[in-house]
């Protein structure tokens, strides 16, 4: 059974808090755009479309008390690497300056990507074949978008089309989104799974264990240089030298035509005590300095192809 991320309710927004997943299934009601970006800022929502389309929400909220520009102010201040949730308020901005029904434009968004994602699992599950073992990191399901899922739904739409696959997946360290969400979604959905850490990636590429390798994506560059996170882009390397395909999957409201140079994408740094404990319980030294970056980025010549629901691009013709 495919799950949902969040629900319009008119007057709030109805968000499962996936900081406790897979243990407990809490649901927040959401009333203002404080309590949205709060969401956001602490993962109790995350997945870049899932951002975006929450965020429009937010806005919905927010306008009814505040001025707008406050709204955004609030809403873009949370997280800083998925171009979604800017993509999703300017939107939300322009169709206010246009006078159109702002609650219906937050809606459209939520139902495009959910149509998005259904689209993107048809193109892309013609890269899946019988039998094929996947290698997927991170969370790019139904939780992390409206619905269905990114680099998940290709694998979805697969195993909804018969195809036999065995999906290996990447703990991802340290918020353990593979190991909390995407075990959860898969074994909900009864497609035969295995969890690793992150680290048993490359040897099972060396095995001849992997097939291909499936992930999402943050933001993406003019270039096809693409944002995703922490450990996408040592995958990537390992793909190119074990000669895996390697895809990108994700809607064009994640391509940031602004972006020139991979270097100017913002890449989120997270307390370091995230990566020193984890629900509570303390394993590094206090006093112990850590680097937490949520995401790195993958240049394009490393990637075999992105899917979008526009259709595939090889970022070395780009
Ligand atoms: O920190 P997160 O959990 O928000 O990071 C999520 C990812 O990196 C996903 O791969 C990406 O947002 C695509 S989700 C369809």
């Known amino acids: 059974m495919e799950v949902k ?13 996936q900081r406790d997943l897979p243990d407990k299934e809490v649901w927040l009601k959401l009333t203002d755009h404080f309590e949205v970006a709060d969401a956001i800022r602490s993962m109790a929502v995350r997945g870049a479309p899932a951002i975006g389309c929450v965020a429009a929400y937010g806005f919905v909220l927010g306008i009814k008390k505040e001025k707008p520009e406050k709204v955004l102010a609030v809403l873009k201040n949370t997280r800083p690497t998925a171009y979604n949730l800017f993509w999703a308020l300017n939107r939300m901005a322009k169709a206010l300056k246009e006078g159109k029904d702002i609650e219906q434009e937050a809606i459209n968004i939520e139902k495009e990507d959910y149509n998005a994602n259904k689209r993107i699992g048809q193109i892309g599950s013609k890269f899946i074949k019988d039998g094929m073992r996947i290698l997927t990191h991170c969370n790019t399901g139904a939780l992390a978008t409206a ?11 697969a195993h909804y089309s018969g195809k036999k696959i065995h999906v290996f997946v ?3 360290r340290p918020y353990m989104q593979g190991a909390r969400l995407t075990a959860w979604e898969l074994l909900k959905e009864g497609i035969p799974h295995t969890l690793i850490t992150d680290m048993t990636a490359g040897f099972l590429m060396k095995k001849g264990l992997i097939d291909a390798i499936f992930v999402g994506a943050d933001r993406i560059t003019k270039k096809g240089d693409v944002a ?19 895809y990108v999957v994700a809607p ?51 990637i075999t192809a992105i899917i979008t629901e526009e259709g595939v691009i090889h970022p070395k013709d780009l």
């Open 5 to 17: 991320a969040f629900y319009w309710k008119g007057d709030h927004l109805l968000l499962l808090d």
């Open 147 to 157: 619905g269905w899922g990114t680099a998940l739904g290709v694998i979805r739409s």
């Open 170 to 172: 990447n703990e991802t």
């Open 228 to 246: 995703n996170k922490i450990g996408t882009y040592t995958l990537s390397v390992l793909a190119k030298t074990h000669n895996i395909p390697f």
């Open 252 to 302: 064009t409201s994640t391509f940031d035509p602004s972006i020139k140079d991979q270097d100017e994408i913002p890449v989120e740094e997270r307390s370091g005590d995230e990566i020193k404990s984890f629900k509570g319980c303390k394993f590094a030294p206090d006093d112990t300095p850590a680097l937490h970056l949520a995401f790195d980025i993958t240049p394009a010549e490393n």
